[in-house]
């Protein structure tokens, strides 16, 4: 059975940092063959992809996450990171990870990020 578990969310001052991480079990995060990715999804609005990190260590980025988030993996813990800078308040949203494998998808519960003053 595959999961994995989010932490490290919370609420955070706007121009502060968090780091995501997403652990996993069942699935290995070093298998040549899975993607790990990182969504988020805020309040009345749809799931949006945040970052990519392939098995390869290369990792894909979108619009203007890039700079801000770093997304990273440990091979010996199983687990990827998300790290977020200089935070927004827009970037307030759940956010959850995934692990993709040929066809299957598997999904995290989720953490919440606020980012208020």
């Known amino acids: 059975q595959v999961q994995l578990v989010e932490s490290g969310g919370g609420l955070v001052q706007p121009g502060g940092s968090l780091r995501l991480s997403c652990t996993a079990s069942?699935?290995?995060?070093?298998?040549?063959?899975?993607?790990a990715g990182w969504y988020r999804q805020a309040p009345g609005k749809q799931r949006e992809l945040v970052a990519l990190?392939?098995?390869?260590?290369?990792?894909v980025y979108i619009d203007s996450r890039q700079g801000r988030f770093t997304t990273s993996r440990d091979n010996a813990k199983n687990t990827v990171y998300l790290q977020m800078n200089s935070l927004k308040p827009e970037d307030t949203a759940v956010y959850y990870c995934?692990?993709?494998?040929?066809?299957?998808?598997?999904w995290g519960q989720g953490t919440q990020v606020t980012v208020s003053s």
């Open positions: 069942g699935i290995s995060f070093s298998n040549k063959d899975v993607t």
């Open positions: 990190i392939h098995s390869g260590g290369t990792t």
């Open positions: 995934n692990a993709v494998l040929g066809d299957a998808t598997y």
